[in-house]
């Protein structure tokens, strides 16, 4: 029951952290930014908060850093908006899985056009 509530909390912040991104932070380090996964703690104090972010390397390291600097922030605006006794300290994180999978897809079709 506890698995539950912590995978709706964690919906529930993957939406309103998208909706806070988008519309209320002005960080021109900031790029176009999807946030693909939220993991909380099973204590809700804190969230690792995984994105794809377009953009260079370069681009990509700016947009983490400008996240980060501005978690914060993000978890002021939180607070009003969720009925949580704590707001979890957040976290962003990088995720490869897209380009992981991307990978794998690419060394199976090299492997049937080698047969």
């Known amino acids: 029951m506890a698995n539950t509530r ?17 519309r209320q932070i002005k960080d021109p380090r900031i790029g176009f930014v999807t946030i693909t996964q939220v993991r909380v ?30 978690s914060t922030f993000i978890q002021s605006v939180l607070k009003p908006r969720l009925s949580l006794r704590y707001i979890p300290k957040l976290q962003f994180f990088w995720d490869d899985t897209l380009e ?3 990978k794998i897809e690419k060394l199976i079709q090299q492997t049937k056009s080698d047969k």
């Not at 912590?6 to 988008?22: C, G, T, V, Y």
């Not at 809700?44 to 850093?65: F, K, P």
Request: proline letters at 0%.
């Open 6 to 22: 912590l995978l709706k909390i964690a919906d529930l912040l993957k939406r309103e952290i998208s909706n806070i991104i988008f």
């Open 41 to 70: 703690s099973a204590d809700l104090r804190s969230a690792r908060i995984y994105c794809t972010i377009l953009g260079t390397e370069q681009q990509r390291v700016d947009t983490l850093n400008g996240l980060n600097h501005a």
């Open 100 to 102: 992981y999978a991307e």
